[in-house]
């Protein structure tokens, strides 16, 4: 991250898009969208639009990796090529490598994975296009196909960014504000349990900067949850009506 | 599943074909309803979604400078790349391409490079030295049977959807100007497969005929009505009736599809 | 595929090696000579020299691959790095990658794999010089491996290609032919079955020409359904005199 | 280890720990001994070893000169790479890196990188043409728990160990001139992990307790206090309570590690 | 092979041996037959066949330009490949390159290399820019054991057929001239390999020897008689004894096989 | 290897760091220098610094690589990318893997591998720093990790190369000296058993001279075992006093 001298906040406070420093992006989520998948997502927040498909409970494979008391959870974060402005090799990236832990170890707090021994459950994650926070809309994304699944949890993940831009701490970063920003603060959060499942952090904050940037990302993260829980709602009522018919 | 499952399923699936029938309700030489949605992805050069039933397959394009093939010095680079994501079905796995993968790629890339759709000349930048590559990224988002048909569909789809960037040579440096026209697209080529089951062709196999048929056949068509890319797949055979029988319904297909193409 | 002005067929009728349109190249087949292979074939075709050598059926390998009802049959088409003009990376490219799938698929209706579940068959195709044409080729090669083999088959499958130059429809394309030519259309053949078990195409042909190119593709591989048949019983003669010694 | 064996010892540091105990005698606050050697490698343009407790890392510093990224093109390219070769742990496979590895990598770049702790402009040879890339090999040697840490601090004792050829450039050729000057480090991030362990944070985790804990929670803090890089890692949770409560600790840990370095 | 089947055929050979008598017919220090074809592939710029026995090696010779190493900046490039291809014996694999197989290749450019077979100096085009890169590819089509000896034979005398091309430069661009010209090779490296079975060494061994023996020794000797690569393979042991025999043996087979080389 | 005009050996038959030329490099080894692993051992020999750690015996994996009737021995030589003077990729080159297998067949011997059947036994080498020699100081220090980790041996392996520079044999060769002399004749030596376990040979030697440079090389094997004796004393008299305090 490189503090630029080109301005990420006009003089009426408002960013590059128009937002207000504490204003999310447009979020649009739908659960249940992929035929194949046991359980699926879709989540454009901004520009970002990303697929989440869940698999499983099934039997773990090879089986010498099972594990005999719980199940076992794997996430595959992937970017499509064409997703970022150059195009990106369809073989895993280190950077999505390390995404695909912290994700993973950000849903599996909210998974009782005792209650399926010896299996395994997939999330695969598709970023179709990229523009900043892309692993927090992937976990807001990848927890609604666990519910859409079935798995029983105990909240839903939500997950959201907040950042320093132009020395005012911002929620949800685009990519312009993400790369020419001067921090980046990403949290995700299981509501009902006042629980932090993911906090990382690139740039440079004091702690008092830190404080703010984590209270005004879990206030976002609360927003999200808000709206995950519209769109398990729509879905039920389409199941619902479907049902009718 | 099984070896049961499938032998039953065969023997039901065959049944009904027999009498001209299908599981799903289709006529043997009916296609599934198409929707194709362009410009999808804003960020790429030019995307498509198409849906074919149930199979769902997005297409992206990037260009990108490089250098051309040294047999093809005036000539820019196609490059097509297919990916069987694994959350599109339980049977693809992540890791690198698969000889499913491999194949439905080379099969999309015959068709339009055969078919010679794109004015590869056009792309020449410097010759010899720069040309303008085109990335063809197949992503299959569902698989409910006939990548190949949607693929190849969704590939032309986000070729016709393409902006490429303008730009002047300075010293040997390609620089970027404002404003964008589309690819140079002179053909339209459209893949039909035909699967063969207990003797009779269906068009378009849905996954459960897929999973049950002797072979399938596709064959890519341009706008003049001539063949332009085939691939026998399968573990079966055909008799060179059914080879011949298989052209005309491409032919035939190809046409209603590509009408939807030029609406889309 | 670009048509260029140089001519591939001069006044005559004959194609730039002496041929007229519907000759095969010279062809040599030689059955049994490899001596570890369980079944072995040699094939020269023009500059084309192919070997082909099949192990099996043994125990399949990893067990989880294989199949409760019949064997496993797989192929692997591989060019030395010193075949072609620009030495090739030993490494398995897309292309051989393809091609491995479709000649395993052309034999594999020819082979009665039923016979031996839960094993696994193995085709190793070399190609140590390539000059057009390989694929089919290297078929016509393996399917004697496996009859050398004593792999219970239908019958052998023969394989030719036929294809366009300068606006004529001819019999087994040569390198430059292919690269220079309008349509390449490679096919598989079980003769006795009239059954067909590999096609593809790439080039442009209407369909008339592309009837009339099948056509001759498949008198081409019933010619070379003739060789196949002498190659074997040549292999049983040199077998009955070598038992007679 | 089986799970039995895990469960008792997860019971039996738990139960130490709510008493402010831990099972090698320290207090929840406080770190293992750490001894840092420098210079160990003579040939790398930079290296230490680092001692944390029975964790022993060795971090190698070595320094090429190839070309800027497209976006950066006025500064030096840093690339910092971890390998948890096999003779560190039972644990550790042979084979390309692990998820671990990658991300033990990820989290030491991070950190020397958000800090600005090298002057990459001043590692530009040529902009956009040439510039020094210097290559961080963190090599853990023995796993006893704390990689994360242990790797950091080997890294940038390591980049202070660092001599730097001179050099003049001769027609766009780097020519090596005598003489060595020290690497241009502006920042010293510390890296400092907590555990959580039954509700309660604990110090530079070791192995036993690694294996036993909810979850990690790592950051890093340069010299004037600011933070620069986090990591939370484990599949358990914080309250926004212990993310404070460890951002503190962190703070003060990093000053007092700081110094040993300095002083080193 | 189970090992029951290996300890009688073990017992078998070793009684054999210890009488001076071999399986196959041959005495301790017999070379199997040899046949030597060159030219077999008229599409490389040099091949050879080699029959040792039953075991089939062919060897062939690429040529390209390319950039010298850093260190050797006026001499061509030499690289040998191996390929252990599965259609040679049951116990290769497909796949990247075995430890067998790099083992061989690496000998096989060894005994080429320090012997100075080829004047690397006579393929230099243009100092430090572009020099000619003479790849062997040996490739193993029949596997009836002592590889080395019938590979480095192989790759020999297909580099004793290998053809270059006449080029001239223009503007660094490296035009191709009709005719063409011989390597240029000023020695013939020849490699000798002797197994050591209870205790006694033998010369050639075949595939059923190197099953049961304790270990191999290769030595390759140039035209001078004096020794320029050595290579002991197996899980057993020599004495310096057999060492020193194994050197006389060497070089007194070596000339054997030389004179055969020349004649081809 | 190239022979080039600088002087490897003055007037006085010194060598460029003053050795003469039957003389060993500086050596330091230490045994049990690793918490982790069963065996391990530390050497510096001139420049070279090299670690080997030993873990096993132990139940191999995967099953079906496991040897009925002994253990499997496996060795990864493996150079650190700082150890050498352009960084090294950390994927092992054809070279490690070759210097592996010579190392894994140096060791064999001196096992007795057929006390653990089914069984596995790993051997790690890393090179921290690499001086020339390195195969070498490999086996001596990887023979004391496996003496370390008790495994039942006939006799330690000590290794050493002995070379020409400027027509002189010499032993142990440095880096300098290695790559500008004119042969390296690398041996690994059981002692007590005469065994000559490890022979290779780079460069042009006539058969004298050959024999002169195994003879000092055997020599210099001699000496290195004196020293891994020393090192195993050294480790029990440390263990002893510890159990003493």
Chains 1, 3, 6 share one sequence.
């Not at chain 1, 080109?6 to 989520?29: F, S």
């Not at chain 1, 959060?189 to 906090?199: K, Q, R």
């Not at chain 2, 074919?52 to 990037?62: F, M, P, Q």
């Not at chain 2, 404002?178 to 697209?185: A, E, T, V």
Request: include cysteine; proline fraction near 5%; charge should be positive.
């Amino acid at each position: 991250m490189s503090q630029k001298s080109e301005k990420l906040i006009d003089k009426k406070g408002l960013r590059l898009d128009g937002r207000k420093p504490d204003q999310l992006r447009p979020i649009k989520i739908e659960v249940a969208i992929l035929a194949n998948a046991d359980g699926s997502a879709y989540i454009q927040q901004g520009k970002n639009k990303i697929l989440a498909a869940v698999y499983g409970p099934k039997e773990a494979h090879p089986k010498h990796l099972s594990l005999p008391d719980r199940t076992r959870l794997r996430c595959r974060y992937h970017m499509a090529p064409f997703s970022v402005q150059e195009r990106k090799s369809p073989a895993p990236s280190r950077r999505e490598r390390e995404l695909s832990k912290v994700i993973r170890e950000s849903l599996e707090p909210s998974i009782f994975l005792e209650y399926y021994p010896r299996t395994s459950i997939d999330i695969f994650i598709e970023v179709l296009q990229a523009d900043g926070g892309t692993r927090c809309a992937s976990i807001t994304a990848a927890s609604l196909a666990l519910a859409d699944a079935g798995i029983p949890m105990r909240d839903l993940v939500a997950a959201c960014a907040a950042g320093k831009i132009d020395d005012t701490i911002v929620l949800d970063l685009m990519d312009t504000e993400d790369k020419k920003g001067g921090a980046d603060v990403p949290v995700a959060l299981m509501s009902n349990l006042n629980a932090i499942t993911l906090l990382q952090m690139d740039g440079t904050l004091s702690l008092k900067e830190f404080e703010k940037a984590v209270n005004l990302a879990l206030k976002g993260c609360m927003k999200i949850y808000a709206l995950q829980k519209e769109a398990l709602k729509a879905k039920y009522m389409n199941v619902k009506e479907a049902a009718k018919e | 599943m099984s070896s049961i499952v499938v032998r039953v399923k065969k023997k039901q699936i065959e049944q009904l074909i027999a009498k001209g029938k299908r599981l799903d309700g289709r006529g043997l030489t009916d296609y599934r309803e198409i929707q194709i949605e362009q410009g999808v992805v804003e960020r790429a050069e030019g995307s498509a979604r198409v849906l074919l039933g149930k199979t769902e397959v997005l297409a992206g394009i990037k260009i990108e400078v490089g250098t051309p093939y040294s047999d093809t010095p005036n000539e820019g680079v196609l490059t097509v790349n297919a990916e069987l994501v694994p959350l599109a079905s339980p049977t693809f796995e992540p890791g690198p391409p698969s000889e499913n993968a491999i194949e439905l790629a080379r099969v999309v890339d015959r068709g339009i490079r055969e078919s010679k759709a794109i004015d590869l000349e056009k792309l020449c930048i410097k010759p010899g030295k720069k040309v303008f590559i085109v990335f063809v990224d197949v992503y299959v988002l569902n698989h409910d049977g006939n990548l190949i048909d949607a693929s190849a569909l969704a590939a032309l789809a986000a070729l016709l959807n393409t902006k490429m960037f303008n730009y002047e040579l300075e010293e040997d440096d390609v620089k970027i100007k404002p404003g964008r026209k589309p690819l140079p697209i002179r053909k339209h080529p459209i893949a039909i497969t035909c699967a063969k089951i207990n003797g009779k062709l269906v068009v378009d196999p849905w996954l459960e005929e897929e999973q049950i048929m002797d072979a399938r056949l596709t064959m890519t068509t341009d706008d003049d009505g001539n063949i332009c890319a085939i691939q026998k797949g399968g573990s079966g055979w055909f008799t060179s009736k059914q080879v011949l029988e298989t052209a005309k319904i491409a032919k035939e297909k190809a046409k209603e599809l590509r009408k939807k193409l030029v609406k889309a």
